[in-house]
């Protein structure tokens, strides 16, 4: 069965203490791999998308690679205006549905 | 403005009357889906749409309907909502189906 795993949960950071987010995914075939950010009460906003192995993306304090199994989404630095849920989704080979993970909810304090 | 426009944005209603939340978009954009998201499960896939006339069942099908007529609207449709489908509602959409989607703000729903 198709599925998506966010690791941790909830992380807590202080300002400035680099981490990472992961996403595991087991699906028939990789057609994409989104990142995604929600801040409470929207609609989930794009980030990142990586279509294979060894693909990397960066934007401003946020980089994300991709192997055949993982994602990992690398925040460097944070400041408290990165606390937001990080969304994963896989999109498989068949057909056109898109699988998110739970998510990760971010809280940077200063 | 690029837009993903769902509505209503809150409703609160009772079981068995049949409701309808719209959700357009101004992108044309040739896919478009629905989501749930409840606490702990995440967001997961109603229905979505790969262009006009076509629609296919995502993970939670179950309890809607959907329909595609034109390609910047696609309207869920509740027959007979019970209480299991207070949720939190979005509707995105993206050019293509393997293209990053834009999400509206989202429908809340409480079914009483």
């Known amino acids: 069965e198709d599925q998506v795993t966010q690791s941790p949960e909830a992380l807590r950071l202080q300002e400035g203490e680099s981490s990472s987010l992961n996403c595991s995914y087991t699906v028939s075939g990789l057609r994409g791999l989104f990142w995604y950010r929600q801040d409470p009460g929207k609609g989930p906003e794009f980030l990142f998308t990586l279509y294979s192995a060894g693909e990397e993306k960066e934007k401003e304090r946020l980089k994300a690679t991709l192997t055949k199994k993982e994602s990992f989404l690398h925040i460097t630095a944070p400041k408290p205006e990165d606390s937001a849920t990080y969304l994963c989704a896989v999109r498989e080979n068949q057909g056109g549905k898109l699988i998110f993970g739970q998510g990760t909810e971010l809280s940077v304090k200063p | ?112």
């Open chain 2, 1 to 112: 403005e690029a837009q993903v426009t769902q509505n209503p944005r809150y409703l609160i209603t009772v079981t068995g009357k049949k409701l309808t939340v719209t959700c357009s978009q101004n992108m044309n954009h040739e896919y478009m889906s629905w989501y749930r998201q409840d606490p702990g499960l995440g967001l997961r896939q109603i229905y979505y749409s790969m262009n006009v006339e076509v629609t296919d069942k995502g993970d939670v099908p179950e309890g809607y309907k959907v329909s595609r007529k034109e390609k910047r609207n696609f309207p869920l449709i509740l027959e007979s909502p019970s209480p299991n489908q207070t949720s939190l509602y979005f509707c995105a959409s993206s050019l293509y189906g393997d293209q990053p989607q834009h999400f509206g703000d989202g429908t809340r729903l409480s079914i009483l």
